[in-house]
């Protein structure tokens, strides 16, 4: 081979040379590349993974405060509803507690008597402690009375306060508006002989801010003669008739009322009448407020009732009673016609039906005996239970 061709020769084979070496350049760099673009990829992945995963843990954390607030808030609520239905049953017993300290027969439990430890002392005083115990109300000493000679009365109260969410019960005292004035007759007719017995009745009750009454005690032994005919035995400060002028002169000018009496026993019970009164007019106030709201009063009307308990016994012979005190009316017919309709609405739906013909020819026995004759109800009568179950106007007049 010529110099010339070796040389061509070589150069083509430089040339392959870096032709090969050049695309081993670029297999390497795009090797280099992938990896590094791998990389960047992973990276980009695991921020992208551990962002959901702090998304979702944060998700997690506020469902639960959500929830916690949501458990909060019911708990809370559970609480007020518990809390109102204790104040709810407090306000409850609390309400029978008042209404039983106002009831008749439990309302003098609750009464005292309060008297003057000098009064109730007197002899004339002494069957007092008997008739109030019986009475189911007691007598209780009262040294700051404007009078040595009054009585009072003192109602108990059992309130209930709430302190630092505990209820406590604190029995107070509630002074009543009436009082009574006891005087012997002795001390009437030296009033009496003064002429100043009103002014000094009025003096009393302006003192004690009550309703007073006046008790006079023992005048008709005032009045009675001894026997024995002495200098001083006709020597009286009064008269019987200058007592009752008196007595009017009280009830006009001092508005007071008066009552006399002649013994002990007589005193004790005027004093346990009093005393039921008083404990009553709550009751008997509310009972007719309640009374005047209404429109007719039926309150009176309750003379031969028949009675019904809760499980409907007694309806038949009220059933009975409502047609036997009709007009025309008699105990064998409503006998009859209840015998043979249980109740108004069967009465009611026959008279729907069949008419007053129909009525009419109920057969009415003369009297409980075997054998008896039998009459029919009538026409009149029928037609007068047909317009009074089946008329649909208030007004219409029954003739």
């Not at 390497?28 to 959901?52: E, I, K, L």
């Not at 609520?77 to 109102?84: D, I, P």
């Not at 407090?90 to 009464?111: F, I, L, R, T």
């Not at 009745?201 to 801010?209: I, L």
Request: with cysteine.
């Amino acid at each position: 081979m010529s110099p010339k061709k070796r040389k061509v020769h070589k150069e083509d084979d430089s040339s392959d040379q870096d032709d090969a070496f050049d695309a081993i350049m670029a297999l390497h760099s795009a090797s280099s590349s992938q990896t590094s673009s791998g990389a960047t990829t992973s990276d980009v992945t695991a921020a992208t993974s551990s962002q959901s995963s702090t998304s979702s843990r944060g998700k997690r954390k506020s469902g639960s405060l959500e929830e916690n607030a949501r458990k909060n808030s019911k708990n809370a609520e559970n609480h007020t509803l518990k809390q109102r239905k204790e104040q709810k049953k407090a306000a409850k017993a609390a309400a029978v507690e008042k209404n039983k300290m106002y009831k008749p027969g439990e309302c003098m439990k609750y009464m005292q008597i309060e008297v003057h430890p000098s009064l109730s002392s007197a002899w004339y005083m002494a069957d007092l402690a008997r008739e109030a115990t019986q009475a189911g109300c007691r007598v209780t000493p009262a040294t700051d009375l404007c009078d040595r000679s009054l009585i009072m009365w003192t109602r108990l109260l059992q309130p209930t306060i709430d302190v630092n969410g505990a209820q406590c019960g604190l029995i107070t005292k509630e002074r009543c508006d009436r009082a009574l004035y006891v005087l012997v007759a002795d001390d009437v007719a030296e009033r009496v002989a003064g002429r100043d017995l009103s002014q000094h009745v009025a003096t009393v009750r302006d003192m004690s801010a009550c309703r007073l009454t006046l008790v006079v005690f023992g005048a008709a032994d005032y009045f009675k003669s001894s026997g024995r005919k002495t200098q001083n035995s006709s020597r009286k400060l009064m008269t019987d008739i200058e007592l009752e002028m008196a007595i009017a002169d009280v009830l006009v000018s001092a508005g007071c009322d008066t009552a006399r009496v002649e013994t002990p026993n007589e005193l004790a019970l005027l004093v346990v009448q009093f005393t039921k009164a008083i404990a009553e007019t709550p009751y008997k106030q509310a009972k007719r407020s309640l009374d005047e709201q209404a429109e007719f009063y039926m309150r009176g009307d309750n003379k031969k009732c028949v009675r019904v308990d809760p499980n409907g016994n007694g309806l038949s012979g009220l059933w009975q009673q409502m047609v036997a005190i009709l007009p025309n009316s008699s105990l064998e017919t409503s006998r009859a016609l209840c015998a043979e309709y249980k109740s108004p609405l069967d009465l009611y739906e026959k008279l729907l039906s069949g008419g007053v013909p129909a009525l009419a020819e109920l057969a009415v026995k003369r009297a409980e005996v075997a054998g008896a004759r039998a009459r029919r109800l009538g026409p009149e009568f029928a037609r007068k239970m047909n317009t009074l179950l089946t008329a649909r106007d208030g007004n219409v007049l029954i003739e």
